[in-house]
């Protein structure tokens, strides 16, 4: 039985000439879709994560049934179905048998069956992630206030494990363009702790991490020693709910393309770029004055071509 990116792989080859429905969003997607962003309180969390996880199931259960399976009260899963904006639970259920069906809403004159081949879908999935980032950006508050508070920390340390790496470094770059102190861990265990315990006793405050799937056990256990440490934890990652949310003091949960073998990373890349837009903000004259130097040294060095 093949593995599920070896399945993954078989279903995105790209076929020249063909081309392929444009699939709807897995249940679970789309559930996550609907609550991510939401302020949900821990036993909140846990009625989202059961729906998330047993959606087939959870649909066609009564309050009391869901209520004991996800190991809560009856008037935690009504609060609960008005967080998360339906008016009880009676239309939370409805919309979650819709969900777990398939069912989606069409518009008239929308037709039946869009056709695009697997490349055109992968695209079309980055760009559906791109605007719910971009709703999310509507209130630009967090992220300014992050940003500050990444600009004051000294050392500030970006953490990426696994996959996850190529975007801390990416981040970690920008960052020492414009911070005096970046500390990039792209290593786990006992390396991972060094570098955190040392980053406190500098007089760092925050860590900023990146968690993309497949969420590495070795990410969670170095945030922890993170929290353990006094250091606050952002996180950047696909999912708002779950192990890696809870540990961590910020979180931003941008989707991941995931329609290819392999994951493509357009929102938590911008989300990234964002965040170093909000440092730069933070403290504008460190900022020019370190460009500048930059800048001299780099023509002084010939660092770049010449356009």
């Given at each position: ?181 970046v500390r990039l861990v792209t290593r786990g265990g006992s390396v991972a702790y060094d570098a955190l315990l040392q980053s406190r006793e500098a007089g760092g405050t925050w860590v900023l991490a990146f968690g993309m799937p497949r969420h590495a056990q070795e990410t969670l256990n170095v945030v922890r020693v993170a929290r353990e440490a006094g250091l606050k934890v952002a996180l950047i990652t696909d999912l708002g709910l779950g192990p890696l949310a809870e540990e961590a003091d910020v979180v931003f949960a ?54």
């Amino acid at each position: 039985m093949p593995s599920p990116q070896q399945a993954r792989a078989q279903a995105s080859a790209i076929t020249a000439g063909r081309t392929v429905p444009v699939t709807a969003a897995s249940p679970a997607s789309r559930l996550r879709e609907m609550f991510d962003g939401q302020r949900l309180s821990p036993g909140h969390r846990r009625i989202a994560q059961f729906l998330i996880e047993h959606i087939t199931e959870a649909a066609y259960l009564s309050i009391t049934d869901l209520a004991e399976r996800a190991g809560v009260s009856q008037p935690s899963v009504t609060r609960f179905a008005a967080a998360v904006g339906f008016s009880g639970y009676p239309a939370l259920r409805e919309k979650l048998q819709s969900i777990a069906l398939g069912i989606r809403g069409s518009s008239p004159g929308t037709p039946a069956e869009e056709r695009c081949n697997e490349l055109q879908a992968a695209v079309d999935h980055e760009i559906q992630n791109l605007e719910n980032l971009r709703r999310d950006f509507a209130d630009p508050d967090q992220v300014i206030r992050l940003g500050r508070a990444l600009s004051q920390s000294a050392p500030l340390t970006v953490l990426g494990l696994r996959i996850s790496g190529s975007l801390a470094e990416y981040f970690a770059y920008g960052a020492r363009r414009i911070h005096p102190d970046v500390r990039l861990v792209t290593r786990g265990g006992s390396v991972a702790y060094d570098a955190l315990l040392q980053s406190r006793e500098a007089g760092g405050t925050w860590v900023l991490a990146f968690g993309m799937p497949r969420h590495a056990q070795e990410t969670l256990n170095v945030v922890r020693v993170a929290r353990e440490a006094g250091l606050k934890v952002a996180l950047i990652t696909d999912l708002g709910l779950g192990p890696l949310a809870e540990e961590a003091d910020v979180v931003f949960a941008t989707g991941t393309g995931s329609r290819l073998v392999f994951d493509s990373y357009a929102a938590p890349g911008l989300m990234a770029a964002a965040l170093l837009q909000a440092m730069t903000d933070a403290d504008p004259g460190r900022t020019q004055a370190r460009l500048e130097e930059y800048e001299q040294i780099a023509d002084q060095h010939r660092f770049f071509l010449k356009d």
